[in-house]
């Protein structure tokens, strides 16, 4: 691993052992924390790592879900490596999880979601994004409780993705989980993002330009 994958891997130094969930340790390869430019304007966040992911440590890599979402980000210009790549060199885009642990046979509890609830408060609050991209119905709704003031009930991924929901200091963008994207929605993700790109999407908050 080169000195720049070494800065974009775990870059806050989260546990690595964390021990919250008993059962998920039992389960686990390893802790998946996030992976990404800690300058983002662009966060990711899915439910939980799938096999791909628990294999290499990185968000969204090592499976054909994850060769999916990298090939949407090499498309929008935030990866130029393969969209195989396992350690995928990002740019204005980090990747994360609402749980950091995966369980091959069920979804993360809700207690498991309260446990790693802090770890993705942090990343959050230290990279300050302006548009995050909730992957799948959970990280839709969790993110909607934590930063909007809909309730979290009245939103749904599939007819709410590629469209822009206003939060707390920045948007949401949802994107219905990878597994599941028709051509036709992949097509509509990269139209909403290349349009937010190629307008002033960032909010008058003291953050630097780019």
């Known amino acids: 691993m080169d000195a720049n994958q070494e800065q974009i891997s775990n870059p806050y130094g989260m546990d690595s052992d964390c021990r919250n969930c ?23 966040v899915g439910e939980a790592p799938a096999e791909g992911a628990d294999r290499t440590g990185h968000p969204f890599t090592g499976d054909a879900a994850g060769e999916t979402v990298q090939d949407i980000l ?19 885009v980090y990747l994360t999880y609402l749980t950091r642990c995966r369980d091959p046979d069920r979804p993360p509890s809700d207690e498991e979601v309260l446990n790693c609830e802090g770890f993705l408060t942090a990343e959050i609050r230290m990279i300050n994004p302006e548009i995050i991209v909730p992957v799948g ?7 909607a409780f934590e930063y909007t003031t809909t309730s ?10 590629a469209t822009t929901v206003r939060g707390r200091g920045f948007e949401l963008v949802p994107m219905v989980e990878p597994e599941a994207l028709s051509a036709e929605q992949r097509t509509a993700f990269k139209k909403t993002v290349s349009e937010l790109l190629g307008r002033d999407y960032r909010q008058t908050k003291g953050r630097r330009s780019r």
């Open 152 to 161: 979290p009930e009245e939103f749904d991924i599939e007819r709410d993705h």
């Open 137 to 143: 119905q959970r990280p839709l709704e969790e993110l």
């Open 74 to 92: 090499g498309a929008l210009g935030f990866s130029e490596s393969p969209p195989e790549s396992e350690e995928p060199d990002l740019d204005n």
């Open 22 to 44: 008993p059962a998920l340790c039992e389960t686990r390869s390893q802790v998946v924390h996030g992976y990404g430019d800690v300058g983002a304007d662009f966060v990711f």
